[in-house]
């Protein structure tokens, strides 16, 4: 079980913010007044190309690969690879644990180089309508970070 401290801890941090995985490889680490990591990642979009800061990240991608044993699983989104980790212990994660399932990950970053890492939150099986979510999701990260102050 988590200690108090480390659940108040992801209390703390802002609102989840849609991302690419792209965004994460690019992006750079950087440390809070708090000590906590975080991410700043380039918007996309055109126009504004302020930075915006991350911790906890909402995404989405088709499962390619369930290694259990070692909770995890590798999704692939529009623009390459992520990893999820602590999959074994997310409430109602287990539908979406199969390759092929189109699924949506909130979880806090745990590392973005070579390749994301995502400590999971909450997973969702999308796959149902996965042709209508998939063709959205570039369009919804967008517009969210266009308006993001």
């Known amino acids: ?6 659940l108040s801890a992801d209390r703390a941090r802002s609102p989840p913010v849609k ?6 490889r690019e992006g750079r680490e950087c440390q809070t007044a708090s000590g906590r990591a975080e991410y700043v990642i380039r918007r996309l979009g055109p126009g504004d190309r302020r930075c915006l800061p991350v911790s906890v990240v909402w995404m989405q991608g088709t499962v390619l690969e369930v290694q259990s044993d ?8 529009e623009t390459g690879n992520f990893v999820v980790s602590g999959i074994n212990s997310v409430p109602k994660g287990k539908p979406c644990l199969s390759p092929g399932k189109y699924v949506m990950v909130m979880g806090v970053i745990q590392s973005h180089s070579p390749e994301p890492v995502l400590r999971a939150v909450k997973m969702a099986d999308l796959s149902e309508n996965a042709l209508i979510h998939r063709k959205n999701w570039m369009y919804e990260v967008e517009d969210l970070q266009q308006i993001l102050p």
Do not use: H, P, R, W
């Open 19 to 24: 991302v690419l995985s792209s965004q994460l």
């Open 70 to 77: 070692l909770n995890t699983l590798l999704a692939l989104d």
């Open 1 to 6: 079980m988590m200690g108090s401290s480390s």
